[in-house]
């Protein structure tokens, strides 16, 4: 069973539009957990961490709930430039503190 | 700033031969690891570090050695390359939470 689970879509959305990510994590020990975007042929890159309270960055939202072991990412007012795959990462602290991702969902905004 | 330097971008290699991808961090973190990244798979962990002289195994290990003798350089060696190994390599380092990527390195066996 993977660690990280996502939809790996595509999602077509028009820009301006409103979308959301989820993904599921099978481990009860993770502790941490993000959003890396990658970018077609490039390396990931921190998007932004998810916090238990939830948190806000701009247009982007990520939520967190550890009893459903559950993660989200909502893109607000979509734009042409947050065309990227979406990677939802943990952090489970058993031993060396790795990280484990999903597969990825792929975004594209259309004009 | 460099950050991360992974190479090299881009390598053939026939079956049987073996090469080394390098990677180096400035950012002197003690945590640094391997990954390969495959259609529908996504990264999955080859082997990590934690400091200076100590490496341990991620989830898939196998054809694959690493070493640490520098806080700063974490090499990763192909031993006798198969085509089971074609994919997109990336070396990570991180500190206290958010782990920077090398460019990646894209590669073929045949």
């Known amino acids: 069973r993977k660690e990280v689970e996502q939809d790996p879509g595509p999602f077509n959305v028009p820009e301006g539009a409103t979308v959301a990510f989820n993904c599921t994590y099978s481990?009860?020990?993770?502790?941490?957990f993000f959003w890396y975007r990658q970018d077609c042929r490039k390396e990931p890159k921190l998007l932004m961490s998810v916090y238990s309270s939830g948190n806000e960055d701009g247009r982007f939202t990520a939520q967190l709930n550890r009893a459903s072991q559950y993660i989200s990412l909502l893109i607000r007012d979509s734009k042409l430039s947050d065309s990227a795959t979406y990677l939802c990462v943990v952090n489970i602290r058993t031993g060396a503190n790795n990280l484990f991702f999903g597969t990825g969902t792929r975004l594209t905004v259309i004009p | 700033n460099a950050g991360v330097t992974q190479t090299p971008k881009f390598q053939v290699l026939k079956t049987g031969q073996s090469m080394t991808l390098q990677c180096a961090q400035d950012?002197?973190?003690?945590?640094m690891s391997w990954y390969r990244q495959d259609p529908g798979m996504g990264l999955r962990l080859i082997h990590y570090?934690?400091?200076?002289?100590?490496?341990d195994q991620g989830e898939v290990p196998n054809g694959y050695n690493v070493s640490r003798s520098t806080t700063e350089d974490f090499p990763l060696r192909l031993l006798s390359a198969a085509p089971s190994q074609t994919s997109v390599y990336f070396c990570?380092?991180?500190?206290?939470?958010?782990?920077?990527f090398g460019q990646g390195t894209r590669l073929t066996v045949v």
């Open positions: 990570a380092s991180r500190g206290s939470t958010e782990a920077f």
């Open positions: 570090s934690v400091g200076a002289g100590i490496t």
């Open positions: 950012m002197n973190h003690e945590y």
């Open positions: 481990n009860s020990a993770s502790q941490s």
